[in-house]
């Protein structure tokens, strides 16, 4: 099975899913000759032409807008906004548009959309190209919020999210798209949305996690283990719908649960994990529902001392590993 | 319809249009301006909570929808289309069961406010109510018929004060440089809620900003029935043939305040007012059929009782349906229900969230 760069599996997905269905689209800032500031398009343009790869001015709000009329008159969009900081000029589109659409209308229209997002930080990207953003879209019924961790997942969430009927927010954390490499099957496999995955056996403490910070707490999971600890990780692969089961049947078996998210601390993702677990696996509960996540400053500051500062890496998680197990 | 109204008169000559159409839209005109009279007085007789009105706009709504073909074009209409939405197939059914957010309200099930209409069946896109958004709807509508080659054009309207927005700008520019078969209609009536367009607008007509987009942009009067069918038939017969989108504007006149919950003598004297009444589409439309002899005593009398036996039957059958079930209102979140997504603790049951599941 070859071993694929995580980039590498998605580019390849868009180009199977554009040959698979003439319905799929891109759009989006740089995506056509340049194929796109992180290549994640790179060839498309030059295979599918200009009616299919479209680069777009600089208008986030037109690339979803736009993108949800052509979901409702017969297309796929997968649209790209350059880098998941600049989304917010689309929020009005993804939340009370796109979000909306089928419950508004009873059904009467759906939005097929997928819009990918380079997200995070550990890159020197600063305030502005360095935020997870999955927090504001989550609260939203109606979106789908998909942040995937390997190259296979990429690949098998990816399709899944193009032939999703619903619109679909595909975060892919940009510090992975290189430095990420796994096996990749050519075969024409789906991962389907809403299903997390055990990617550590554990028994004394669950670790949830997604994205990068997936590969962190396996790494400070594998260190654990020497000190003794034994962890489960859950990586949750889809954030909404949220795969409930798999977390509650990890944390009612170790009975400790670690939530590690690189989003600012407050109100993030992993507070509402926080309170399903809280809600919901009560009894089974051995130590305070605990969070390592990203200090509470409005964006990653730039300074290689002050990212490190701010940045959730191993060492941190497992930090707080010892911290829950020896409670 | 008689041998004798197949006719066709110097006046529907002289815009390409038969007796019976012009007799057609004049219907459609008079009939939303009955249905639009008769939520107002629903909704002072406490039986709807809240209208909002087209009152001034339905001639260049008609004039301007006409041109397009229904089920194959599509439109991206406003709170005030409902003009819009008669001339592109609802009923008056259907509007109606909107304003009673009915369960079989074909708009959106009782789940918007009135005024939020849509029709899949008809290719009207749902309204929301942050304003603008539909804008860039329709442009990827437009966008999706060029690459899909199905020869349809997308057409959204708004009022003046919406145009403002920064969606039209990027919407507009995307269009523009591709020629989307697109046509943008704003229905300039002066006022956004009560800040009038001298407070909303750098220039005096939205139409100007066309020239920074490349694209033609008209301004007729939306009294004029007959002046707004004509720019929208250029206009949609320019998108069709691929030479990109057109702004029309149409300067109405808004009779009725914002909303129900609005107080527009706060904000308007009674002698403006009083001048906005003499700028009605409805009537300047009749006279002008009548004056050409298309629309005779005899069609006039049998069309105004066949609209009002319309709005009643409207009214009545709206009265009739039942409201949505609470057991429903977690469907169409997504395409498939989802069991992560809980329901409330006071469970699906109606009842005001007295009990839990199966309460009254």
């Known amino acids: 099975m070859p071993a694929k760069t995580f980039i590498e599996a998605i580019r390849e997905t868009i180009a199977d899913e554009m040959r698979r269905d003439e319905s799929v689209i891109v759009l989006g800032e740089d995506v056509g000759k340049k194929g796109g500031v992180f290549l994640a398009t790179d060839g498309l343009w030059a295979e599918f032409g200009d009616d299919r790869v479209i680069d777009t001015p600089l208008t986030e709000s037109m690339i979803i807008g736009a993108s949800i009329g052509a979901a409702v008159n017969g297309l796929r969009p997968i649209a790209e906004i350059q880098f998941a900081d600049f989304i917010h000029p689309a929020f009005n589109q993804l939340v009370s548009e796109a979000a909306r659409m089928r419950y508004r209308s009873n059904n009467g229209y759906g939005v097929p959309m997928t819009v990918r997002a380079p997200y995070g930080g550990g890159v020197h990207g600063a305030l502005y190209h360095s935020q997870s953003v999955e927090a504001f879209f989550t609260h939203v019924p109606g979106l789908k919020v998909v942040v995937p961790s390997t190259p296979y997942d990429a690949k098998g969430l990816l399709r899944s999210a193009v032939r999703d009927d619903d619109p679909v927010l595909f975060f892919e954390h940009k510090k992975m798209y290189r430095s990420v490499r796994g096996d990749v099957p050519d075969s024409d496999y789906t991962v389907p949305l809403g299903k997390a995955a055990v990617t550590r056996p554990g028994s004394k403490l669950t670790v949830i996690a997604y994205g990068l910070m997936a590969h962190y707490a396996l790494e400070a999971g594998d260190r654990a283990e020497e000190e003794g600890i034994s962890v489960e990780v859950v990586d949750l692969r889809t954030l909404r719908p949220l795969d409930k089961e798999t977390i509650l049947d990890s944390v009612r078996k170790t009975g400790k649960c670690l939530i590690v998210y690189e989003d600012n601390r407050f109100g993030g993702y992993g507070a509402e994990v926080a309170a399903i677990v809280g809600e919901e696996a009560f009894d089974y509960l051995d130590g305070p529902i605990t969070r390592i996540a990203g200090p509470d400053v409005p964006g990653v500051p730039y300074n290689h001392v002050l990212e490190e500062w701010f940045m959730v890496n191993p060492d941190k998680i497992l930090d707080g590993i010892r911290k829950l197990a020896a409670y | ?360």
């Open chain 2, 1 to 360: 319809m008689a041998v004798t109204d197949r006719k066709i008169t110097h006046l529907g000559e002289s815009v390409g249009l038969s007796d019976e159409q012009l007799i057609e839209m004049y219907r459609l005109a008079a009939l939303t301006r009955a249905l639009d009279e008769r939520m107002w007085v629903l909704n002072r007789a406490g039986r709807i909570p809240f209208v909002i009105s087209g009152q001034g706009h339905e001639g260049a709504q008609v004039g301007i929808t006409w041109p397009l073909e229904k089920g194959h074009d599509w439109i991206a209409p406003f709170y005030r289309s409902i003009a819009t939405c008669l001339t592109f197939g609802m009923s008056p059914r259907d509007i109606l069961t909107a304003q009673y957010a009915t369960a079989n309200d074909p708009s959106s099930g009782g789940r918007q406010m009135p005024g939020h209409y849509g029709s899949h069946e008809h290719n009207l896109v749902s309204v929301s109510s942050p304003v603008a958004t539909q804008l860039l709807h329709a442009v990827g509508i437009a966008l999706a018929a060029k690459i899909r080659k199905t020869g349809q054009v997308a057409m959204t309207t708004m009022g003046e004060g919406s145009s403002n927005q920064g969606d039209v700008h990027e919407g507009l520019n995307f269009a523009a440089i591709h020629k989307l078969p697109f046509v943008f209609v704003v229905e300039n009536n002066g006022y956004a809620i009560s800040v009038p367009s001298e407070k909303q607008l750098s220039v005096h007509d939205v139409a100007d900003r066309a020239a920074a987009y490349g694209i033609p942009g008209v301004v007729v009067d939306g009294v004029d029935v007959l002046a707004c069918y004509k720019a929208s038939k250029e206009a949609v017969d320019r998108a069709r043939r691929g030479d990109g989108p057109t702004l029309i504007e149409a300067k109405v006149t808004r009779l009725t305040a914002h909303s129900s919950d609005d107080q527009q003598t706060k904000y308007r004297t009674e002698e403006e007012l009083a001048a906005e009444k003499t700028h009605d589409p409805i009537p300047r439309f009749r006279e002008q059929l009548q004056d050409a002899g298309i629309l005779t005593d005899e069609i006039l009398s049998r069309l105004t009782t066949e609209i009002l036996a319309a709005v009643d039957d409207a009214t009545e059958y709206a009265e009739a349906q039942d409201d949505p079930d609470p057991s429903t209102a977690m469907r169409w979140v997504y395409a498939q229900d989802w069991p992560s997504e809980s329901p409330p603790a006071w469970g699906m049951g109606g009842g005001h969230g007295s009990g839990g599941e199966g309460g009254h």
